[in-house]
């Protein structure tokens, strides 16, 4: 059952965002006892296995500007719904690496990046992360069963095997393989992006709004958009003022703040929030809240295969080819990047093989939609200093604050990165006999990290290893801003593993009297 | 949760109107324009030489000689849509006033190359984004043998995902080594 805590109580943790961390971490305080007050921008959404209108239902429209490599008309593709983001993610659920944790010390100095080896060590997440694959019942992990193989995803991992590839497997989803934690096994419905009708997939949404409602210690208020965190004359966050859903501005009192309202968002607010003592920004004393800005490297491959594949059937990018994570400087860049199988459905696949596709000859690799397979490369993306997120001088938002502007250049070595991987697509699908492949690269983001960089020094970050901003102890970080490197892998486990982590932290701290 | 039996007819019933939808499209295969120059049936902003270009436009687009021109009305009907807005229609009207007076009655390849002239102006990606809509209008779907939604007969879980007949033996067998 929901709780309601009054405007003025003090006592409560107030969170910002109810997606993969801000949903993952409220589940986790409530379970300890801690009462929670969940701020959401957007309502509730109803799912249907139709994808173009699910990405219009949830998608975060308000305007931002983009200065720089990203799609100039969409630079960015996030969700603004209960449950946000986790809604509409793919399920791929893997660690960043221990050498990947390393990343400054294990790929030196690169000219032109801000490389940095994140404040922990890959050995203190480990148990984490076993804790977040348990949470989420991650396929292949802990006993859990893998999910099965169908066309799409066995052509991708036939072709990697004919081509010497050997870590190729049925991959690591958090989409239930059996039924588990009250969600049931996955149906192969094959709209996994456009959110899991039936709630096999983990998703905020599914499974971790529902443990926090059920602890009586959660008040989730919808349509609620923070606009400024407020601080007391210690320095110490005091409360969150946000627009409900009538318009009408608010004050929630909090005793601590955590913040994940996604990569972007997040330092937006904290930049909001300039104050007399804090006039950068709050908790922005190094200069760094917005900065480092990365947002995994996102490729895609097209092929049209000699026989049907029928690729709209069954999990969208169930199945990995994961021997290209690793690091291994002779290919000519730092970091390393995965393969996964994309189920594509008829109503978007006229923008896959080719953005601005038309004419004759492209309504033939239409009408050829049946034998079509296509795979997704991820990649570790550099932090660059000048990629950032700053606010607009001029355009304001419906609430009359300036909007965000992303700043994204891709350093040569994302570049490089992204061509070898997709010149190895190709190469995958031809082994097979593709008769022709598309490759390219995406300009739009999907995932947002890095903005509020956790470090030891507060000269070198935003946020210590737990998320605590370094300048106001109970204010965190608690989404993919906090990021040091992007890793190969998506961020999602990550951003579940330091959730747990930091929810862990907060209550000890409170115990304490800390905070 | 699964879904209740009664969602799942309410489905059904959504894709046999689709189908039924797509035999329609095939029979209609010319789209009765009016003597008169007044807006085609549904049209509000265009009269019946625009929207016979417009929809030679889409067709161009995206041709698939198989379809009838009623899913490519469709699209000109939201094209019809977006053009209550001033701004957009005048942009659209700038960009047809560069195509030939006969485009409609062209042949693809021409009408091609006369469309590549205002490939850079943004009227062209809001004309191409109105006739890629084609694919998401599941009286076409039959078409690109695409089954749509598959909630209704409960996904693919119990039924055939894995039939690569068309591979070579010995590469299958490769695939019992993959599973895990």
Redesign the interface.
Known sequence: MSARFDLNDDSVVVVIGSGAGGGTLSAALTAAGVDVVCLEAGGQVAIEQDLPTMYGRVKWADTRLSEGDLNPALPVFIAKAVGGTSIVWGGVALRIQPHEFAARTNYGEVAGAALADWPMSYAEMDPWYAQAEQRLGVTGTHGNPFLPDHNNATLLKLGARELGYTQVSNGHMAINAADRDGRPACRQFGFCAGGCVIGAKWSSLHAELPKARASGRFELRERAMAVAIEHDDAGRASGVVYVDADGKRQRQRARVVCLAANGIETPRLLLLSASGRFPKGLANGSGLVGHHYMTDLLGRAIAIMPGRVDNYRGTTYSSLVADDMRHDPARGFVGGYLFVPRGIHLPTYVNEPRADGWGAEYAEVMEAYTNMASAALIGEDLPVYDNRITLDGETLDQYGNPVPVIHKRYHDNDRALVAHGLERAADIYRALGATQVFTRASNVAIHNLGTCRLSKDPADGVCNAYGATHEVPNLFVSDGSQFVTSGAAPPTLTIAALALRQADHIVSQLRAGTI | ???SPLAFSARRRLLLTGVAGALAGSLDLTFKLPAAAASPPDLVVYDAPAARTLLAVCR?????DALGDAPYMECVRAIDAAAADAGFRASIDAALARLPADFAAAD??VR?RA?SVLRDTPAF?AL?GA??K???NPAV?PH????????AF????D?K???????PAE??Q??E????
Not at chain 2, 144 to 151: A, H, I, K, N, R
């Open positions: 949760m699964p879904s161009t687009l995206f041709p698939h693809q390849a091609e469309l990606g191409r006739a890629g084609l694919y998401r779907w690109f043998d695409y089954p749509g939604p598959s909630l409960g996904g693919w879980v039924r995902m894995l039939d690569l007949e068309w591979l590469t299958l490769l695939s080594v993959t599973s895990s």
